[in-house]
T-cell receptor, first 111, second 116 residues
Framework: RKEVEQDPGPFNVPEGATVAFNCTYS??????FFWYRQDCRKEPKLLMS???SGNEDGRFTAQLNRASQYISLLIRDSKLSDSATYLC????????????FGAGTRLFVKA | DADVTQTPRNRITKTGKRIMLECSQT?????MYWYRQDPGLGLRLIYY???????NKGEISDGYSVSRQAQAKFSLSLESAIPNQTALYFC???????????????FGEGSRLTVL
């Protein structure tokens, strides 16, 4: 089992749709959580950190459920420019520093 | 100019050759990392360094070595390249994780390596 697992995708949605990405992690001692966005042939960039209380940034909402070891990202009113790969990232510090990336979920938003 | 710069951006080489990928940063971060990305596997950590005299193996360090020449420079070497090291390599930096730090990783634009 991978330490961080994401929906395999790709997701194909029309403009204006709401799309949800899910991610699960296996290490219960994980301490910090992030969503990164990666455009085709580009470097990953931080989209948002994920907090237990949930956080929202415009059309984007991230949630963390520590009990279920589950992270989500919701994009509302999707735009063509949201087309990218979304990476779930988990940090842990048990037995040494460790950052694990999910394989990513590709999103295509179409007109 | 990019805060994290990688050279070369693209390289084609032959099996057995020694290759060095270089990374420099102007962010003033102590922590630097080398990752490789393969389709369907996500990014995997090769080596990381939390300070100039600190070198740590990541999950896939075999076949690679690194050098942290200065706070701003972290180079990755493939002593004898093999075809399964064909991948997209990213250098990244982060702050020191002290109070107020975000843990965000800042990536270079990537170095695409092809080993024939």
């Amino acid at each position: 089992r991978k330490e961080v697992e994401q929906d395999p995708g790709p997701f194909n949605v029309p403009e204006g749709a709401t799309v949800a990405f899910n991610c699960t992690y296996s290490n219960s001692a994980s301490q910090s959580f992030f969503w990164y966005r990666q455009d085709c042939r580009k470097e990953p960039k931080l989209l948002m950190s994920v907090y237990s209380s949930g956080n929202e940034d415009g059309r984007f909402t991230a949630q963390l459920n520590r009990a279920s070891q589950y992270i989500s990202l919701l994009i509302r009113d999707s735009k063509l420019s949201d087309s990218a790969t979304y990476l779930c990232v988990v940090n842990s510090y048990t037995g040494g520093f460790k950052t694990i990336f999910g394989a990513g979920t590709r999103l295509f938003v179409k007109a | 100019d990019a805060d994290v710069t990688q050279t070369p951006r693209n390289r084609i080489t032959k099996t057995g050759k020694r290759i060095m990928l270089e990374c420099s940063q102007t962010k003033g971060h102590d922590r630097m990392y080398w990752y490789r990305q393969d389709p369907g596997l996500g990014l995997r950590l090769i080596y990381y360094s939390f300070d100039v005299k600190d070198i740590n193996k990541g999950e896939i360090s075999d076949g690679y070595s690194v050098s942290r020449q200065a706070q701003a420079k972290f180079s990755l070497s493939l002593e004898s390249a093999i075809p399964n090291q064909t991948a997209l390599y990213f250098c990244a930096t982060s702050d020191s994780g002290l109070a107020g730090a975000t843990g965000e990783l800042f990536f270079g634009e990537g170095s695409r390596l092809t080993v024939l």
